[in-house]
């Protein structure tokens, strides 16, 4: 703790003790989820393994100490869906999505990090059945534990799973997962409860004394607020009192150039405030189209798998002052944590054994330098100690995550405002070197025939918004096709889109062009297919930008549609205007229909759509005949 100075003139002390309490730490993770990494496996080499380098690698970038994944639900999940390994009772492909190659990339780099993983959606047999169904089923657990199979195949070894993300909880579902967790040979499995808001787990917990015991850990989502400063990162005592390690299980979504400085705070306070042993970033890498939700929220951006451009910034560096010195199951020293006078705070930890420690001090909200004397005790080294400093007020990456000589307890130090510093005695530590190549546009012409995708797989950029497209043979006519394949509706997450829509291409660069593809419609005529073009965001139950409807009965629309408001127009759970509201469904969006007008397509026959854009002309086509020009100015 921070001693009075005697004088004025004597330097605020801290005082690491190897004696002293302090709660095991269980690392530092980020969130690859709602189809969050989506582009990055369509990255070329070199420039995709260098990215994992800087995500995974020790002494490389972040060296996180967690990844966290999404189990698909076929079902939007925020700048996407990802999908699921088990659509039916009788389905299982352990080897869809990226979320598995993920992982063994991570654990390539890295054999010590944890995997953590938890649904945002599942698919529709899994669920209630509800009006509002939820997860809460004795099928939804078989399908959870056939997940944990899929892993095991993959020799992924889980760590910890989670319920419903934001779904809040049910106790005697979290008992029953429990228990078939051991059945299944998962014991060493940790349940993690519940992964919403406000500790109001605790309350149904404390209610229910089966549901405590079947929780090892209590996550909660953004304790430090929500697209805010991050500046406390309380927990309630009765969290505290539980016996049990408390984790910040997702934070962030912040751009990982602004959202450095509030991410050095919500590394540090979430322990300071609310004794929380991990935070928990979402996204790990900002890897899907830029035009949708929460652009560039993540430690990374890489968004340009055309261009292999990718962008390593001031959050990664960030994230490695904690995590390239110290490791999951280091202990906090309780004698050195808190906040800095003139503005900031620290938190210290040592390895099991003494034989290292390292102190992380932030000094974002400081205004004028201030000096710090640091002493050891209780068995800690005594020795020289290494300073590592991130100047997170400079937009130089030079100043980041650099080397800064060494200092000896007893030392004053002075610290600069705005930087994050790293004191340590051990070694390893390194900043990657790679550079990313310049961003360009896709070129086009761009088409794809999808020859060169295998049968089941996603193509390359196409990136599902809701439901699942797959490359399947055609039916009909020769070649591949992509095929929607999702017919049952999934429990879905938090009001997001409901409707099977995919995307592809450049959408922050191409403004004049025309799109096309052929469509053909199955079943009994009640269907629809739509070409969508100049789309620029997605939010709750709308895609904006311009639509081309042709249905099975014979009518065709051309409509725009528009989201009001910002992405951040959404319900906190913790508003009573939202209560029963879904968090995302208050955005007003608005549909307006262009042109319309009949023409026979019918099912089973091949038709060709197509949409020309030219500043805010816009034709549509259907068989090369043009079915209407108009001008619509909304996403011109
Ligand atoms: C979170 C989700 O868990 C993430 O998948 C991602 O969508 C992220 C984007 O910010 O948001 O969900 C939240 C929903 C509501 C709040 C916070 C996070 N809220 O209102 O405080």
Redesign the pocket.
């Known amino acids: 703790a921070l001693a009075c100075p005697a004088r004025a003139a004597a330097p605020p002390q801290v005082t690491l003790d190897g004696a002293a309490g302090g709660r095991v730490f269980d690392g530092v993770g980020a969130?690859s989820?709602?189809a969050?990494s989506r582009l990055l496996v369509d990255y070329p080499e070199p420039q995709r393994s260098r990215i994992l380098d800087y995500l995974f690698k020790p002494g490389y970038g972040a060296a996180l100490q967690i990844l966290k994944v999404?189990i698909g639900g076929d079902t939007n999940?925020?700048?996407g869906a990802e999908p699921s390994h088990m659509r039916t009772p009788s389905d299982l492909n352990c080897d869809r999505g990226y979320e598995w190659w993920l992982m063994e990339q991570a654990k390539a780099r890295n054999p010590r990090i944890k995997l953590s993983a938890l649904q945002?959606g599942a698919p529709g047999w899994t669920g209630s059945g509800d009006a509002r169904p939820t997860v809460w089923t004795d099928r939804n657990i078989d399908y959870l534990i056939a997940w944990l199979g899929c892993a095991a195949r993959h020799h992924l070894h889980i760590d910890y799973l989670g319920g419903w993300?934001?779904g809040y909880s049910n106790g005697d579902w979290f008992v029953r997962l429990h228990q078939a967790l051991r059945e299944h040979g998962y014991g060493d499995v940790k349940v993690v409860a519940d992964?919403s808001?406000n500790w109001d787990v605790l309350q149904p917990m404390a209610a229910n004394p089966a549901f405590a015991a079947a929780v090892d850990v209590v996550g909660q989502?953004?304790v430090c607020?929500?697209?805010s400063d991050y500046l406390h990162c309380p927990s309630p005592a009765a969290a505290q009192a539980l016996g049990k390690p408390l984790h910040a299980s997702?934070q962030?979504?912040l751009p990982y150039d602004s959202g450095a400085a509030p991410l050095a705070r919500a590394l540090s306070r979430p322990y300071i405030d609310g004794a929380m042993t991990s935070t928990i970033n979402?996204?790990l890498i900002a890897s899907w189209y830029d035009t949708m939700?929460?652009q560039a929220?993540g430690l990374m951006g890489a968004n340009e798998p055309w261009s292999g451009a990718y962008v390593a910034g001031p959050s990664l560096w960030a994230t490695a002052h904690t995590t390239q010195f110290t490791e999951p199951g280091w202990r906090y020293v309780d004698s050195a944590k808190g906040y800095l006078d003139g503005g900031g705070s620290y938190v210290a930890l040592r390895s099991p054994d003494s034989r290292d420690y390292s102190l992380i001090a932030e000094t974002i909200d400081a205004t004028a330098p201030q000096r710090l004397r640091f002493t050891v005790t209780g068995g800690l080294p005594d020795g020289p100690a290494t300073v590592w400093s991130s100047d997170l007020s400079s937009g130089d990456s030079r100043r980041w995550f650099v080397r800064a000589g060494t200092v000896r307890p007893g030392d004053t130090l002075t610290l600069a405002p705005g930087h994050v510093y790293t004191l340590t005695t051990t070694h390893g530590q390194g900043k990657g070197r790679a550079v990313s190549p310049p961003p360009a546009p896709l070129r086009l012409p761009y088409r794809d025939g999808f020859d060169s995708s295998a049968v089941g797989s996603a193509p390359r950029y196409v990136s599902d918004l809701d439901g699942a497209f797959e490359v399947a043979p055609c039916d009909g006519r020769p070649g591949r096709c992509l095929r929607q394949v999702i017919g049952e509706q999934p429990v879905w997450?938090?009001g997001?889109l409901r409707r099977p829509v995919t995307i592809v291409g450049d959408l922050k660069s191409w403004r004049d062009y025309e799109a096309g593809v052929d469509a053909r419609l199955d079943g009994d005529g009640d269907g629809w297919v739509e070409l969508l073009g100049r789309v620029d965001g997605q939010w709750a139950d709308a895609v904006s930008g311009i639509h081309l409807r042709v249905s099975g009965r014979g009518d065709w629309q051309l409509y725009d549609e528009n989201l009001q408001g910002q992405?951040s127009t959404?319900?906190?759970?913790?508003?009573p205007a939202?209560a029963g509201v879904e968090?995302?469904s208050r955005r007003p969006v608005q549909r307006r229909t262009l042109a319309a007008g009949r023409t026979p397509v019918g099912t089973g026959t091949w038709h060709r759509l197509r949409l020309r854009f030219s500043g805010d002309q816009v034709t549509a086509f259907l068989d090369g005949r043009r079915l209407a020009q108009v001008v619509s100015s909304a996403h011109a």
């Open positions: 969130l989820a709602g969050s999404e999940s925020t700048d945002w993300n934001e992964d808001f989502h953004y607020g929500y697209l997702e962030g979504s979402w996204s939700p929460f929220s997450w938090n997001w992405d959404l319900c906190v759970p913790s508003d939202c968090a995302q």
